[in-house]
């Protein structure tokens, strides 16, 4: 019986990888462009939090992750595991994708960011590589609560 339900996981598990090549390369030459173009931000710039970012963008979206979550559900029924597989290789593609950005902004000690408008505003569009994203502002690596790559900063304990 377990031969019977693993059969097909051979052949499925292999969306999962084209997904997750597919997510992990698309727009690289648009981010490389932004970022080879990036402008300081000013001191007047008010960064936004990496915590508010996170819960803002995911608050936009939820529509669009429940749809994918039950449409990856639903095609359970037809090809078992397939939509989890599909959305497993998007979810490593886009994390992949953020340790390729870290590594770049470790490599020219500066942090990107994208401004708040671009991203959060009435046309907004949630994506950094967008073309309504005009281009990137950079700080130090030890400004704001992120490091690079868009991991939580460790927080340093006071002494006491």
């Known amino acids: 019986m377990a031969v019977l339900v693993r059969a097909p996981a051979g052949w499925l598990w292999w969306l999962g990888v084209v997904a997750l090549a597919v997510t992990a390369t698309v727009r690289r030459k648009r981010y490389v462009a932004l970022a080879r173009s990036a402008s300081r931000a000013g001191k007047t710039v008010i960064l936004q939090d990496r915590a508010v970012s996170v819960r803002v ?35 490593v593609g886009l994390w992949w994708k953020a340790l390729w950005i870290g590594r770049w902004e470790e490599a020219n000690e500066s942090l990107l960011w994208v401004r708040t408008d671009a991203l959060l505003g009435p046309w907004a569009v949630g994506d950094p590589a967008h073309p309504a994203v005009r281009g990137y502002l950079t700080t130090g690596v030890i400004a704001g609560d992120a490091r690079p790559g868009g991991a939580k900063r460790a927080v340093a304990k006071a002494a006491r």
């Open 57 to 91: 963008w995911r608050r936009a979206h939820r529509c669009h992750l429940a749809t994918a979550f039950l449409l990856a559900g639903a095609a359970s029924f037809a090809a078992p595991a397939a939509g989890g597989m599909l959305l497993a290789g998007v979810g």
